[in-house]
């Protein structure tokens, strides 16, 4: 992503892929630093928005209250005095372990910046907009796509620093696994979680980085989905463990993905885990081939219900963000 001062847009366009939380490393933070996240920005789910001046404030689309507030805090933060046409057109899903805030944050700060010929600055734009108070993933994904690790926050004015950035293999897939009828712990109940959870123990967070750096890193690397799938499992049951006070005493927040995750395992599915609070899942397969065998296998049996279960696949690219003549737009 290009983040050099460039020319003034008439209108700008800026779509964000969603991203899965695979897990945190240090909830203990003894180091100096806390969380440290995994991520990965996955094709399917996006948000979109486009941005033009304007003579009067005019916001469409989904959550305008929430647009026009990060539109606001910008417009403060860079000394702007003017009105604009935004037009949300899609949005990820909100509070289901996809980091929609973040992108849609990101891609309001990134739509007025390139709009105005100014160069981007995401990761101060993230503290300014009250993003990345935990994981740093979301940013860096925004940015890089792939395959990224972030070493933790260290303190509040500023975002996590991304540690390491892979592609992710082209050729395997991910079936996403979503119960709409829920939304995951997020605000003040999430905040109000981390505060009731223990300090994790050390020797649970040097497992976690042990299996990071030794095992999950290099089966990208390598494209070895075997060693991924066992080494994220293993991450996914501690952390699992771990969090299941804060959602009921249970692993998943959703019993309808747990069920749909068992199966899944059985057709052959592996890295299985949650993403964030959930109450998204997710699984990893070798192949779209393979995936869509799974997907058909679990359909013969006839036992998920209350679930949409989706096979995309790794993101190799972040948010795009493209500069538009008003005359090229379609009358509306």
């Not at 739509?111 to 907009?129: C, F, I, K, N, W």
């Not at 299941?244 to 993905?257: E, I």
């Amino acid at each position: 992503m290009n983040t050099a001062l460039r020319q003034p847009a008439t209108r700008v366009t800026v779509t964000a892929p969603a991203r899965l939380h695979l897990g945190f490393l240090d909830l203990n933070g003894r180091l100096g630093r806390r969380f440290g996240s995994i991520g990965l920005a996955i094709s399917g789910l996006k948000t979109q928005i486009s941005v033009a001046s304007a003579e009067h404030m005019r916001v469409s689309g989904p959550d305008p209250d929430r647009v026009r507030r990060y539109v606001d805090l910008m417009q403060h933060a860079l000394a702007l005095d003017a009105a604009y046409d935004v037009k949300v057109e899609e949005l990820i899903p909100s509070h289901a372990g996809f980091g929609s805030g973040t992108q849609l944050a990101l891609a309001v700060s990134a739509a007025l910046r390139r709009l105005h010929g100014l160069p981007l600055d995401l990761r101060g734009d993230a503290v300014r907009l009250g993003r990345g108070a935990r994981s740093g993933a979301g940013i860096g994904l925004f940015q890089h796509g792939g395959f990224v690790v972030d070493g933790g926050r260290k303190d509040r004015g500023r975002p996590a620093p991304i540690i390491s950035h892979l592609p992710f293999p082209e050729r395997w897939r991910v079936l996403v696994v979503l119960d709409t009828s829920r939304q995951g712990v997020h605000g003040s109940d999430e905040s109000n979680a981390f505060a009731a959870l223990p300090a994790a123990a050390e020797t649970d967070v040097a497992h976690l980085c042990h299996v990071l750096v030794m095992q999950l890193l290099p089966a990208v690397a390598e494209a070895d989905l075997p060693t991924f799938g066992a080494a994220l499992e293993d991450i996914q049951r501690q952390l699992g463990d771990y969090f299941a006070p804060a959602q009921g005493g249970h692993r998943y927040a959703s019993p309808r993905v747990a069920v749909a995750l068992d199966l899944i395992r059985r057709a052959g599915g592996v890295g299985i885990g949650q993403s964030s609070w959930g109450p998204t899942g997710y699984a990893f397969a070798e192949s779209s081939e393979s995936a869509q065998q799974m997907l058909h296998a679990i359909k013969r049996q006839g036992q998920i219900e209350g679930v949409d279960i989706r096979v995309c696949k790794g993101l190799n690219t972040g948010a795009e963000i493209m500069d538009q003549a008003l005359a090229e737009m379609p009358d509306e």
